[in-house]
Nanobody, 116 residues
Framework: QVQLVESGGGLVQPGGSLKLSCAASAIRISPVTMAWYRQAPGKQREWVASILSGGTTSYVDAVKGRFIISRDNPKNTVYLQMNSLKPEDTAVYYC??????????WGQGTQVTVSS
């Protein structure tokens, strides 16, 4: 069974940066389109960014120009560099496969709080 472990969240002031990591086990992610999602309090989980096996990336409009998704296939890890953070970025962040193809087992997520 795939296991996903997200880390790197924390409390940061508006305008700050964080880099999230997602380590996968029990499966090689190299051929898989991976994605980051987030769920803010009282809201549904939403897609944030995707990265294809070849490295092509896509982002939700709200984070374009501020977030960068990347992958290290030998380390079986996906990253999300988050810059110019805003209070509305506050959420629990998760990784999984691309929307519509997500594995049923989600990780515990990592909390990101943007506040002064």
């Amino acid at each position: 069974q795939v296991q996903l472990v997200e880390s790197g969240g924390g409390l940061v002031q508006p305008g700050g940066s964080l880099k999230l990591s997602c380590a996968a086990s029990a499966i090689r992610i190299s051929p898989v389109t991976m994605a980051w999602y987030r769920q803010a309090p009282g809201k549904q989980r939403e897609w944030v960014a995707s990265i294809l096996s070849g490295g092509t990336t896509s982002y939700v409009d709200a984070v374009k120009g501020r977030f960068i998704i990347s992958r290290d296939n030998p380390k079986n890890t996906v990253y999300l560099q988050m810059n110019s953070l805003k209070p509305e970025d506050t959420a629990v962040y998760y990784c999984n496969r691309a929307p519509g193809l997500a594995w049923p087992s989600w990780g515990q997520g990592t909390q990101v709080t943007v506040s002064s």
